[in-house]
């Protein structure tokens, strides 16, 4: 939000700096991320003077130019060669001197250097009206008035507005705060506490009376609840034009381009006060009726920029007799609104709920000054008022009568808030006493009322327009943020308790497993909670009716919570491969949500996304890229990390992974993972293979518990190591291999390895060969050959026996 200096200086007439009114903003809440400097002309005609043309003879080597001398209040007349068709002698004009940077319409600048023009020396430029961006006239150069001082400087005769604008970063809940007076209002407050007494002045609306009743227009409320109040008048005979001066200066500092007094007036009073108006060509408005009320779902309606709108059943509606002519609180219609012919208005000013205008507004993906205003719950006492104030400035600035009375529809006042505040409760929320008169001084300052004092507390009565201001907790915040929070000491003595933590505790393994992760070259990615209801069409694991939808969603692709972190983090896999970063490692430590018949669970979840190759391409490594096996590689390393080493594998068909595991402990489920189908892959616009991994992180925490670490020394007899090369059917794995191996022999057999693989030619159709080593250790002594090959002369019977199995 933009708040311009000398626009607040209207409303609280301070002789502060703007740094340290900056300060005592941000102290007050509204923090001030930048002070901007406008200037009316840019570059503040800084160097132009006023001249007077002594001589004027024509250029010896030029038809068009003509040499001048030019008396600008120096010692000497300076010579300057001039194209203008208008020039002549005795002419005050305004000269650009030497070093003066002007300023093109496209925003360019340029410096006035000293030069020579077709043999004859030039040493300023005397200007036309555009090239000082005083107008947009260049018929010839700018020619002063007779009387006008040689010497005087241009900045000076045209009065150039110099204005400072404070960016401030204005909080959601600070409502209250979104207009020049809200602002000062809030200045004031900071002033008082700092000693500094100011009047806060408020535009009077004393000189709005009626001229006649000429110009009727009925308004028919058919929402209430959406349009608790709606004001308006009828103003007749004006004449649409150009603004003056002070009111484009007070939109231009403040960003926004003047369009015609009429318009300029309803922004100058929405950043003025706070409200938003709307003005309607009282010509285009059938029946001379005005209903507010919604309109059938699918109605179109073309909004100011030209877009055709389908209108939904819940959005609410301005409409004539016959059609809609404005949407609301958000954007006024291309049919009704004020242009060059209009010579009557319908000005409208309103209070329109808050949520009604906050979905509509996204629901149209419109954001506009008066939307962002009714949003966020503006003040509903100040609707006529503000009506009044901008009836008063259209009538002085376009001409006009107002032809009708104001008719204003309230039918359920927005009541004031009751609150009770406790002096113990401030004291020990803000952590020192403040005294309570400081106390009633400041709730005063901020226009809350203060209905009764008693030895432990107050009773106040809260305006309508601090929306935020409901509890007893939100007054106290108010309190400090005048008070000031630099004001509170801070105390020598730190107390603090050691707390009993768990080393199994959620945070700490996370960072275990975070870390571990990062180490191999991983990035952690936290994607949005929200997301888009359609992702529940491309896994039948997903149910639609399990969402859970948002009251009031940002967008329709941000309506739902997830119910799988999968598609998130393949949203970020899109978007890195459209930018070419193709070897990706992700994960996500995140929360999936589900509505269980009514019942809402969220459960915690650890997601491992990789694709492309497994490290960064170096001249001294084969490149290699990721696959399924690399990805149970990295599953058993995170679980053995957290000292998980015992779980069961099982198959897993979905139509999620193509080829898919799942481990498990018990019924327990720890993590699926797999090569994501294609299917999904195709929705994101990802042609590459994505390997992902689901840690249900829940059951991962509540196993690692159950773990007890045990430590073993270094074993004192050494292995023995013997190797199968085995011709088995396509359809046995090396699980049912490794089974049967710790079946067959419990106690020396120490661990299983497959370390080949080969399918292809000189093998027999359906067959394939297994590389399996085998490891043996005798805890008490060292193991002899007759010993490990009887064990393997057993394996090699078993195997045979139960998997069909062939030496090689």
Known sequence: MKISYNWLKQFLQTDWTTNQTSELLTDLGLEVEGINTYQSVKGGLKGVVVGEVLTCAQHENADKLKVTTVNIGLENPIQIVCGAPNVSAGQKVPVATIGTTLHTQEGEAWTIKKGKIRGEESHGMICAEDELGLGKSHDGIMVLPEDTTIGLACADLFKIENDEVFEIGLTPNRSDAMSHFGAARDLKAGLLQKGINLELITPSVSAFHINDRSLKIDIDVQNIEKAPRYCGVSISNIKVAESPEWLQNRLKAIGLAPINNIVDTTNYVLHDLGQPLHAFDAAKISGNKIKVKTVASGTKFKTLDGIERELHEDDLMICDAEKPLCIAGVFGGLDSGVSNQTTSIFLESAYFNPVSVRKTAKRHALNTDASFRFERGIDPNITEYALKRAAILITEIAGGEVTSDIIDVYSNKIEDFQVRISFDKVTKLIGQEIPKETIKSILTSLEIKVNNVTETGLGLTVPAYRNDVTREADVIEDILRVYGYNNIETTSKLNASIANSSRFDDHKLQNVTGNQLASIGFYEIMANSLTTPNYTGLSEQLKEEHNITMLNPLSNDLSVLRQSLLFSGLEAISHNINRRNTDLKFFEFGKTYHDFNGTREEFKRLSILITGQKTSEIWNS?????????????????????????????????????????????????????????????????????????????????????????????????????????????????????????????QLLKSVNLFDVYEGKNLPDGKKSYAVSFTFRDENKTLTDKQVDKVMSKLQQNFENKLNAELR
């Open 622 to 746: 084969p490149k290699s890229e990721t696959n399924f096996f690399y990805l149970k590689g990295l599953v058993n390393s995170v679980l053995e990390r957290l000292g998980i080493n015992r779980f069961n594998e099982k198959a897993v068909s979905n139509d999620v992974f193509s080829d898919g595991l799942g481990l498990y402990q018990g019924k327990m489920e720890l993590v699926q993972f797999g090569n994501v189908q294609t299917k999904v892959l195709k929705h994101f616009g990802i042609s590459k293979a994505i390997f992902y991994a689901d840690f249900n992180w829940d059951n991962i925490i509540e196993v690692a518990k159950r773990n007890k670490i045990k430590f073993t020394p270094i074993p004192k007899f050494p292995e023995s190591r013997r190797d199968f090369a085995l011709l088995l059917d396509n359809t046995v794995t090396f699980n049912d291999i490794n089974t049967i191996a710790k079946q067959t022999e419990k």
